[in-house]
């Protein structure tokens, strides 16, 4: 008999598991391979039979491979769907023919709630890995929680973050120590692209928590309190999640303010993002 199982994960921090759907997507799959190669996994989720959620509020998923293990993805609340029509579907979507119409694409939330478990917690799903949806109140057992190594930062020249990249970074202080350190220490003008619209919007940082605090404005916020960034969150809330951040130029510390919003302006004229981007000022 398992010591700890998901289950009683589930009821720590407040869930019914007999409410969470467990999701076991496999690398091994023709269907789910081509989504995970190009980071939509959080898509391929949302696409489902219409009922696929009745009687469930939550869906854990889990991803696996050869064999009956599988590593921790994320939890997400539901909250209904849309039908699955071309109009909905995501650019770049593998499966053309899952935008009929006939299937539901689901409103899926990221809860919070797990998140230190993400791509550390390992179950085992048991002999039954054909039956890739199970309830949550089903046993599986943990089998590991694995640590996470120091990650070095990677160089200012080399930076490019998604959006959920990013906010692993800024909520993980322990793991990314030296990306904390590394961003706290500058001012710089910034690059937010919305990769479904190749729409730029060229931002600046020059507060006391150097770029870090002005980009973890971002996470907290989704907006950062940009209006057009704003506009473009009220007709698709789940936008987010495709936008690109990277550094434009870095400024000492030191740097007056004037000096840094100089700057910030010259790349706004030099990419047009004023005209053509989500710069409004």
């Known amino acids: 008999m398992a010591i700890l199982n998901f289950a009683d994960i589930l009821q720590k921090v407040g869930i019914d598991p007999k409410r969470v759907k467990v999701i076991r997507h496999s690398l091994t799959s023709e269907q789910f391979k081509p989504c ?8 391929y989720t949302r696409t489902q039979s219409r009922n696929f959620a009745k009687d469930f509020d939550y869906w854990a998923v889990f991803i696996g491979d050869e064999g009956t293990m599988a590593r921790f993805y994320a939890l997400y609340k539901v909250d209904g769907f849309v039908p699955a029509t071309p109009e ?19 409103n899926l939330e990221h809860v919070d709630l797990l998140q230190e478990y993400e791509d550390r ?14 309830s949550g109140s089903l046993e599986k057992p943990v089998v590991a929680i694995q640590s996470r190594a120091a990650e070095v930062f990677s160089g200012y020249e080399n930076l490019i973050l998604s959006f959920d990249q990013l906010n ?13 350190t590394a961003l706290e ?35 907290d916020t989704r ?13 698709d809330p789940e936008r987010y999640h495709k936008f690109q ?18 700057c910030e302006a010259l790349y706004k004229n030099k990419l047009l993002s004023k005209e053509f981007g989500m710069n409004d000022n």
């Open 88 to 106: 909905v579907m995501p650019v770049g979507f593998p499966h053309v023919d899952w935008f009929t119409g006939e299937n539901g694409y689901f």
């Open 185 to 219: 220490a500058v001012k710089a003008v910034y690059l937010i692209v919305d990769t479904v619209s190749g729409q730029q919007y060229v931002g600046s940082a020059y507060g006391n928590d150097g770029l870090l605090g002005r980009w973890k404005a971002y996470i």
């Open 223 to 235: 907006d950062g309190g940009n209006k057009k960034i704003k506009e473009l969150l009220c007709k």
């Open 36 to 43: 995970y190669k190009k980071g939509m996994i959080w898509e």
């Open 245 to 262: 951040f990277s550094i434009l130029q870095i400024l000492p510390k030191s740097a007056s303010n004037e000096s840094v919003m100089q």
């Open 168 to 180: 692993t970074i800024i909520k993980n202080r322990p793991v990314y120590e030296s990306w904390h």
């Open 121 to 134: 917690l390992i179950i085992d799903w048991g002999r039954g890995t054909l039956a890739w949806n199970q």
